[in-house]
């Protein structure tokens, strides 16, 4: 079937984004595939990770979990929102491991696996999920695969990164696991006494740029192509879209293109989104509408119905101009989209 929407996607920037992250951190990378490999499709990202040889791997929930089907060799799946009252009997019968976040998490994988390798989750200020300092007793008898904690201002230069370092690396003295593992991607950045044995990269992988660290490091993994549907002339003083928003000068050649807000790209790109087709650049005129978008085509004479105009999606310049976090901007792509890898 013909799609007029694709996400054509990078297998070897997505690999080595993660071999730089596993050089910068000098320990063990991992991967988190939770949300679909961040949209992009997590089977496929897994498997092309492991095929670089990562052998780390992280999703959110059990259904996640299945949802990835058979593991690369020797790789290992750790389910990071842990085993609620109804998940035990898919934890049980999965060969995943439960991230622990709770007293009744771990209370309730003693009783139902005793001896069985888990991981646990410490909150060291983010107050988000993971045991508190008082509730440390409470391991005692688990068989502790990993220990980890999240920063939670990784990404900024704030006092709090220090403090969760020291809080973590106190943990880690005193409770007995096979790894420690603190940093995200942005954590790596922070450098090597924010590794420990594991860091567990997540948007970087996918071509997000967590610090000023990684500029120029990390490569775009994801570009979105839309279908041209109509190429049109816009009057001098006509206006194009919803609400007429956008009047034109000139006459203006306007490509009417496959993409909306339903697929991801969000109303915020009205005024500063654009596409590019063989170099030149098609700035988004109007509004985005649930379906479509029209990009100013004078630059590309020959563009017209049928063919495929990149938009631009480079996750720090995207941010900027759409006002959406990176991890929106990657996570909110919708299933329309064809995904292609090269």
């Known amino acids: 079937m013909h799609h007029a929407l694709r996400l054509r996607l990078d297998s070897a920037a997505l690999q080595n984004n993660w071999r730089w992250l596993q050089r910068v951190a000098g320990v063990a ?48 799946l750790s389910v990071l929102h842990g085993v609620g009252p109804d998940d035990l009997k898919t934890a049980l019968a999965s060969n995943a491991r439960p991230v622990l976040n709770t007293a009744a998490q771990v209370a309730r994988w003693k009783a ?9 989750m410490v909150d060291t200020g983010m107050n988000r999920l993971g045991l508190r300092g008082e509730e440390l007793h409470l391991l005692d008898g688990l068989t502790i695969d990993t220990l980890m904690s ?10 709090m990164n220090a403090v969760q370092q020291g809080r973590f690396a ?4 005193t409770v007995s696991a096979k790894r420690y593992s603190l940093a995200n991607s942005a954590g790596i950045c922070l450098g090597a006494d924010y590794a420990f044995d594991l860091v567990r990269p997540g948007l970087a992988l996918y071509g997000g740029v967590p ?14 192509e839309a279908e041209v549907i109509q190429r049109r002339t816009v009057k001098a003083s006509e206006t194009i879209g919803y609400g007429a928003t956008w009047t034109a000068t000139a006459d203006t050649e306007a490509a009417i293109v496959n993409i909306g807000y339903a697929d991801g790209y969000l109303r915020c790109f009205a005024g500063s989104g654009s596409g590019s087709v063989a170099g030149a650049v098609l700035p988004l005129i109007g509004r985005v509408s649930m379906d479509l978008v029209a990009l100013d085509a004078n630059a590309a004479p020959q563009l017209a119905e049928g063919e495929w105009v990149t938009m631009d999606y480079a996750l720090p310049a995207a941010s900027d101009a759409s006002g959406l976090s990176q991890y929106e901007l990657l996570t909110g792509l919708s299933p329309r989209f064809e995904r292609r890898w090269t």
């Open 29 to 76: 990378a991992g991967a988190a595939v939770k949300a679909d490999g961040y949209g992009l499709g997590a089977r496929e990202v897994t498997r092309r990770l492991g095929a670089a040889g990562c052998r780390d791997f992280f999703v959110s929930t059990w259904a996640e979990a299945a949802a990835l089907g058979p593991m690369p060799e020797a790789a290992t």
């Open 112 to 120: 139902a696996a005793p001896g069985r390798a888990c991981d646990v």
């Open 211 to 224: 610090r000023g660290e990684a500029e120029g490091h990390i490569a775009q993994v994801a570009f979105p």
């Open 170 to 173: 106190a943990v880690a003295a």
């Open 150 to 159: 999240h920063l939670a201002c990784a990404d900024e230069d704030h006092a």
